[in-house]
């Protein structure tokens, strides 16, 4: 396997050191359980929701916990009754699903309909992180506002 080398990318940039921590996590994991399948939509410019389908699992079975760059998923069925299956094609297993959140990418709500998990997520950046205009002064009129020194 082929080793990446991201000194480069340290030397050029500023506060992304855990980027590459990121990258080579996932080039050393081992290949991902698709269960549950889920899609990741894009409803509007910084909303986005999380679709998971838990059929066969109830509200209860389910958590979902918020951290502070990941949102976590789990579901494990409750031991009930033992039933007799001819054929079981709703699978049934506990399943883990952690999702990475970019900066400042909160959970908005969750629900639960018709077997599947809708977790909504909007990005608020602060007011202080925005862009802002900063206005340009001319060179005179600061250097008129400075007073000489006077000499003693």
């Known amino acids: 396997m082929r080793t990446l080398d991201f000194t480069p990318l340290w030397r050029t ?3 992304f050191d855990h980027l590459a921590g990121l990258v080579d996590g996932m080039s050393r994991q081992p290949a991902e359980d698709n269960y549950p399948p889920y899609n990741i939509e894009r ?3 910084d909303h986005y929701r999380i679709t998971l389908a838990v059929a066969g699992f109830g509200v209860n079975e389910i958590s979902v916990t918020a951290e502070q760059n990941a949102l976590t998923i789990e579901g494990k069925k409750s031991e009930g009754a033992a039933r007799e299956y001819l054929y079981q094609g709703i699978p049934a297993r506990p399943f883990r699903r952690v999702f990475n959140l970019a900066d400042y990418v909160q959970v908005k709500q969750a629900s639960f309909q018709d077997g599947l998990l809708i977790v909504d997520l ?5 007011e202080a992180m925005k862009p802002r205009k900063i206005q340009i002064g001319s060179g005179t009129a600061a250097s008129s506002q400075i007073e000489p020194k006077k000499a003693a």
């Open 122 to 126: 909007v990005r608020e950046i602060p």
């Open 43 to 45: 409803p509007g410019e």
């Open 13 to 15: 940039s500023v506060g």
